[in-house]
């Protein structure tokens, strides 16, 4: 799915070994409502023990704070999305970046730091996250035959529409560098979840052929 197909790829094989890593990324997203049951350790719990948890007082409550504190956006924007726990109206990109989180593995400690509002959600620049996937490892030479060729930064809005989904204009928007300087914060914290879930998955995969 992440592969891309295209000359800028095919003239540089060792980009295209790079982009491997994307398919290590969740590509679906994640309902907020299940997303919350593995935040609050409650996603194995029988039917009625959910059921139980879910219709506490404060349990609401703190799946705002939860939401709002991962993607760093007001409260008043998370209730907006939902007067229930399924909160329906958010942004599909958002799910994404909630499948992004679970992959990456949120710890329990992470959960009480964010209830306690001491939680301080990651973020990476666009051209960084770019530079990471496509570059790294790479010698000089072949970053800079890399960086030169016509159709890089086209390949790098391909990356960003595919691993935050979201489209092709809204990308083409944030700039005309590899900087997409334009890019909305919230999606800054996307891409550092990704790169999280990325390095879990390499982590696990490493554990997984060593046993």
């Known amino acids: 799915m992440y592969l891309l197909r295209c000359e800028f790829c095919k003239q540089e094989p060792s980009i295209m070994n790079h ?5 290590l990324l969740p590509s679906q997203g994640l309902e907020p409502r299940q997303f919350l049951r593995y935040c609050f350790g409650i996603a194995e719990f029988s039917p009625e023990s959910i ?3 879910e219709t506490n007082s404060q349990y609401r409550k703190n799946c705002v704070t939860v939401l709002s504190s991962i ?4 409260r008043a924007t998370v209730r907006n999305w939902g007067n229930d726990l399924n909160f329906e109206g958010i942004p599909n990109y958002c799910k994404i970046g909630l499948a992004y989180v679970h ?5 329990s ?3 009480v730091n964010i209830i306690d509002g001491r939680y301080i959600p990651p973020q990476i620049n666009p051209q960084t996250f770019l530079e990471t996937i496509l570059l790294n490892g790479l010698t000089e030479q072949q970053k800079l035959r890399a960086v030169s060729h016509s159709d890089f930064h086209k390949s790098c ?3 960003l529409t595919q691993v935050l989904h979201v489209g092709t204009r809204s990308v083409q928007k944030w700039g005309q560098d590899i900087s997409f300087s334009k890019m909305p914060r919230i999606h800054k914290h996307t891409l550092a979840y990704a790169l999280a879930a990325i390095s879990q998955a390499r982590t696990s995969n490493t554990w997984h052929k060593a046993a």
Do not use: R, Y
């Open 19 to 23: 982009l491997h890593v994307l398919q």
């Open 51 to 53: 059921w139980e948890e």
């Open 71 to 74: 993607f760093n956006v007001e």
């Open 103 to 107: 992959a990456g593995g949120m710890s």
């Open 109 to 111: 400690k992470e959960i």
């Open 157 to 159: 809005i391909k990356i």
